[in-house]
């Protein structure tokens, strides 16, 4: 029998995304159950999930009546399968994928806060905030010594956990008015993420779903200029 990942509405369910990545980039054959974490539906949905999975959140993985919670045990779970393949040979450079595999789950400075993966979706958008160009910075300005240092066109060479786990952050980014200017090196990556086959096919999806609105996106005091999504 195939794994089955319990899978999260595809405009909304950014965790979701990086174990769905994972698992198709690992070229594991997987059942998906779309969880409808829409309000107010995701409550009881959830509670579901909470049956026979302590978070009682998506993702979740079963395989072989095991089950795995949490994206970052199921993208390990994946490289696993696929014999080590999605993270870096060596060593060292392993563990700086890993580091930014943990930065981007333990919140990644906020960046995320106030840009929910939904907004990526609208048909209109709000210009990035000073703060939140700041925080842009911090990550891109990284990303662009370490794109130096391997080469590319990914993160560490070839395609790992670290560029799979920052898909979901790309798309806000990108999506939103971000000028990628200072970060050349970064730009090519985030086109050559988004062109994947794997990340397209989930985007594709997403793009077709109804809007997730959400009252706070628009915060008074911001300075707002809407600019059109990008086709
Ligand atoms: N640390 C968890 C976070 C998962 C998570 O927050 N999932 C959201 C959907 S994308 C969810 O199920 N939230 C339910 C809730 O917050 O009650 C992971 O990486 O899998």
Not at 33 to 45: G, K, L, M
Not at 78 to 90: E, F, R, S, T, Y
């Amino acid at each position: 029998m195939k794994p089955l990942l319990y899978s999260g509405t595809k405009n909304a369910s950014s965790w979701a995304m990086r174990a769905w990545l994972a698992l198709r980039e690992a070229g594991v054959a997987f059942d998906e159950e779309v969880v409808d974490i829409r309000r107010p539906q995701r409550f009881a949905n959830l509670e579901r999930i909470g049956a026979f999975s302590p978070p009682a959140m998506v993702p979740v993985l079963v395989d072989d009546q095991m089950m795995i919670f949490d994206s970052v045990a199921i993208m390990e779970y994946a490289n696993d399968i696929a014999d080590g393949a999605l993270l870096p040979a060596d060593r060292a450079t392993r563990a700086r994928a890993r580091s930014l595999v943990a930065w981007q789950h333990s919140g990644l400075s906020g960046i995320c806060t106030r840009i929910s993966f939904e907004s990526a979706f609208y048909p209109l958008k709000r210009t990035l905030t000073d703060a939140e160009r700041t925080e842009c910075g911090r990550l891109f300005d990284y990303l662009d010594q370490v794109l130096e240092l391997s080469g590319g066109p990914y993160l560490f060479g070839a395609l790992s956990l670290a560029d799979l786990m920052l898909v979901p952050t790309v798309v806000r980014l990108t999506r939103h008015d971000l000028d990628f200017a200072s970060w050349s090196r970064s730009q090519r990556w985030t086109a050559a993420l988004l062109e994947r086959a794997s990340v397209a096919e989930w985007m594709r999806e997403a793009d077709a779903l109804p809007h997730i609105w959400f009252d706070d996106y628009l915060v008074p005091g911001d300075a707002i200029r809407m600019v059109p999504a990008a086709a």
